[in-house]
């Protein structure tokens, strides 16, 4: 009898929101075999969660004004924050997945529905309501931390000392980074990540946050989630053949020593191709992150089209961490302000996906 209340009692509990007529039937019926669902109008969305449900799933019409009013004033409210909360979305137009995501949505699903991805996405999304607790968050957050401080250490101190990088080392971090910052939030990665005494490994580690929430907020898949975890674990690999007194100089850089900084997309680049068994994706990023779309960027100087959109994106959080991360020669640019830098640059980024990245550049995600 015990075993059977314990069971009970940790089954997920979800609430669906619907402003369908046929209040979401089958969405319900898909949910049923893996939790229990309470099906309510959106209007009846409570003011405050019940203490033992595990998420919130919200199928309603986009399109309708009134609809996404009553849902943002529910959803945005602190009582919500710390809940999962999965949004439906009419189809898999990027609009659609950036609204959902400016309403609160923490993961999306799209019609039509496949309900064998669903129960994953269900899984995934909504842990047994005794799994989302507070502590599991801030041991969520520091496992993620941890994971990417060793693959920090593997490219800044074991590298350089001969000892080879593999993908595996990249693969074993990425999943606990991706549930640190989906399970606790932006501003905790950050929070914590920046205390770190190394320049170098601080800033990769920026870079990574902005990169995971960016993809999330995005709605992407788990396996592109993962290619931009990888990216931006990456992209600074060959900062690790630079000599650390011109990485770790108190002051600005010289040209000399700006030059020697420059070198570092080609070293990451050669000593990974070399290595072998990196996918060309990370090693274009590794490569290419520091070019831009008008054509003056480096190492080769690409422009348009020939800059792919991994890198285009990497290219955007990568700057805007080095905006907002402290400097021995300068203080640290608000998120506004740094957001702001990149507007008034142009035709050198992307600046419809830079658009997309405003809501997590400005801590609004």
């Not at 203490?51 to 919130?56: C, E, M, P, T, V």
Request: with cysteine; glycine share 6%; charged share 20%.
């Amino acid at each position: 009898m015990t075993a059977l209340a314990n069971k009970t009692s940790t089954k997920r509990r979800l609430l669906l929101a619907s402003d369908r007529s046929d209040q979401s039937s089958e969405l319900a019926s898909i949910l049923q075999s893996v939790s229990e669902v309470d099906t309510i109008a959106t209007s009846d969305i409570p003011e405050a969660p019940a203490g033992d449900l595990s998420g919130i799933v919200v199928d309603i019409n986009l399109r309708s004004a009134e609809s996404v009013q009553r849902v943002r004033n529910k959803l945005r409210a602190e009582a919500y924050r710390a809940l999962p909360r999965l949004f439906v979305l009419a189809d898999a137009l990027h609009h659609g997945s950036m609204q959902a995501w400016a309403l609160g949505a923490t993961d999306t699903i799209s019609r039509p529905f496949d309900a064998e991805g669903i129960l994953a996405r269900i899984r995934s999304a909504f842990p047994d309501s005794d799994g989302y607790d507070a502590t599991n968050q801030g041991q969520a957050l520091n496992t993620g931390v941890a994971a990417a401080h060793t693959v920090m250490i593997k490219i800044f101190e074991k590298l350089p000392a001969g000892v080879p990088l593999t993908m595996d080392d990249i693969v074993q971090a990425e999943n606990k980074i991706l549930k640190a910052i989906k399970h606790s939030s932006l501003r905790e990665w950050l929070t914590t990540v920046g205390c770190h005494h190394t320049d170098s490994y601080r800033h990769c580690l920026f870079v990574t946050g902005f990169a995971v929430a960016f993809a999330q907020h995005l709605g992407m898949r788990d396996d592109d989630q993962r290619r931009l975890a990888r990216a931006a674990l990456l992209h600074d690999v060959g900062k690790a053949f630079i000599p650390v007194a011109i990485l770790d100089k108190p002051g600005v850089l010289t040209v000399e020593e700006m030059c020697e900084i420059q070198k570092h997309p080609r070293v990451g680049f050669d000593a990974l191709a070399a290595q072998g068994g990196f996918p060309p994706e990370m090693l274009d990023v590794i490569l290419h992150h520091h070019e831009f779309l008008d054509g003056t960027g480096y190492p080769d100087g690409l422009s348009g089209n020939q800059i792919s959109d991994i890198v285009r994106l990497t290219t955007i959080v990568d700057i805007h961490a080095a905006l907002v991360e402290k400097r021995a020669y300068r203080l640290p640019f608000t998120h506004a302000k740094a957001f702001e830098v990149m507007e008034q640059m142009g035709s050198k980024l992307d600046q419809h996906l830079l658009q997309a990245f405003r809501p997590v550049a400005l801590g609004t995600y």
